[in-house]
């Protein structure tokens, strides 16, 4: 009776039990002594594993217990919980209590469920959960943390949330939970020299290949500023966020990206020759992008501008079956040719770049189309003094003269 007390509340022997012993520094941070632990991990120093021992040892523990688990992209949560699933199955402890898994649920003989959940709003919203697990937390969008999953503990006075991931740029709720002084929040921050199972030469070949910030991040598990892999310095970004937008027609532009370690989605509202970052998300899903360009329309009832190359098409095609009014164009950077879709005849818009991610690339200047009549269409192109014969010819055969601006964008966003 004592060891089975022992297990059950000591994360550290349980972890030895059930074959997949934890470091010291490992299980201490995850004693969960605080309502919330947050935990800044650089890559690979077994915090998934981690976390994966830490769900299952809270169902173990407590009869009926809830454990959430969200992490940042579908794949990653179905990992994190067919290791939770392995060490139950493998395991002599545990084997018997499994009633029930499958991809994404996890029910023990006591009552206990273990759930994983990738971060989209329809999925954690309506649960009431005893312990909240989320997984590169840095990466979940701060309204989804804050708005759907972290208020899924609300109802559970005693429930325990613990915010774990590799550290992003020093903003964002992550940050902010990892930075509080706060009496309900415990804050660790685990060291690489710590995880002495990672590679010397490894970490020095990402040490010559990653930008410093990002190496900063990933492998030394520190937030730092965002380095040479963006153009736009973050303290812009910031002032065009105070700015408010001149009176006159308001126009939205959208760029679409999806990996969660690429670019962003960025959705960039522009009215009176100034543009406004609305909103910005690395790895967005596309249909969460659909759905909420769609909600933006819908409630602005602006002229959308997407670009279409790529995944925008996945996009446009949905936004199209919704019977939502978008402008497709398309555009590439460097020396590849492209042919842009022509804006409408009507338009007045003055797009400051083809999207916003478009113009956070080294090197960008804009070009400017100018239709008869005087109505303009900016769209971002990279080296512009090297525009291919193709498109010229383009703009030869529609009567559309082609003017290259050379004014620095970041005129654009100061």
Not at 65 to 76: I, P, Q, W
Not at 198 to 205: P, R, T, V
Not at 354 to 361: E, K, Q, V, Y
């Amino acid at each position: 009776m004592r060891d089975l007390r022992r297990l059950r509340f000591n994360l550290a022997t349980f972890a030895e039990a059930v074959g997949c012993p934890l470091a010291p520094w490992q299980a201490d941070s995850l004693a969960l002594e605080r309502r919330t632990t947050v935990i800044v991990a650089p890559r690979q120093t077994g915090k998934s594993r981690s976390l994966a021992v830490l769900a299952l040892h809270r169902a173990f523990a407590h009869a009926a217990h809830r454990v959430l688990v969200v992490s940042a992209g579908e794949d990653a949560s179905r990992r994190l919980l067919a290791e939770a699933a392995n060490l139950a199955t493998r395991s002599p402890l545990l084997a018997g209590s499994v009633v029930d898994e499958n991809a994404g649920l996890l029910v023990l003989s006591n009552g206990s469920e273990v759930r994983s959940v990738p971060a989209s709003e329809r999925q954690v919203r309506g649960w009431a959960v005893d312990l909240l697990i989320v997984d590169e937390a840095a990466q979940c969008d701060d309204s989804l943390l804050l708005g759907a999953a972290i208020p899924t503990t609300a109802a559970r006075p005693d429930a325990r949330i613990v915010l774990a991931g590799s550290p992003g740029a020093s903003v964002g709720a992550f940050y902010d939970f990892a930075t509080s002084d706060s009496p309900d929040v415990a804050s660790f921050t685990w060291r690489r020299d710590d995880a002495r199972w990672l590679s010397a030469d490894a970490i020095e070949q990402a040490r010559a290949h990653l930008p410093p910030a990002l190496f900063t991040r990933e492998f030394e598990g520190e937030f730092a500023e965002v380095g040479d892999e963006k153009v736009i310095p973050r303290e812009w970004i910031e002032q065009a966020r105070r700015r408010g937008l001149d009176p006159g027609p308001l126009v939205l532009a959208a760029d679409i990206a999806r990996r969660p370690d690429g670019d962003e989605t960025v959705v960039m509202a522009l009215r009176g020759g100034v543009a406004h970052v609305e909103w910005a998300m690395r790895g967005a899903d596309l249909m969460q992008t659909a759905g909420r360009l769609a909600n933006l329309k819908r409630s602005t009832g602006a002229p959308l501008y997407l670009d279409a190359i790529g995944l925008g098409w996945g996009v446009f095609d949905r936004l199209r079956e919704q019977g939502i009014a978008v402008t497709p164009f398309t555009s590439r950077t460097g020396r590849r040719t492209s042919a842009c879709c022509p804006p409408p005849a009507t338009s007045t818009a003055r797009l400051p770049c083809s999207t916003a991610t478009t113009s956070r690339r080294k090197g960008s200047q804009p070009c400017l189309w100018t239709l008869p009549g005087g109505s303009q269409w900016e769209v971002a192109q990279q080296e512009a003094e090297r525009q291919t014969a193709v498109k010229r010819k383009w703009c030869e055969a529609r009567g559309i003269r082609y003017i290259v601006h050379v004014d620095p964008l970041p005129r654009q966003f100061s």
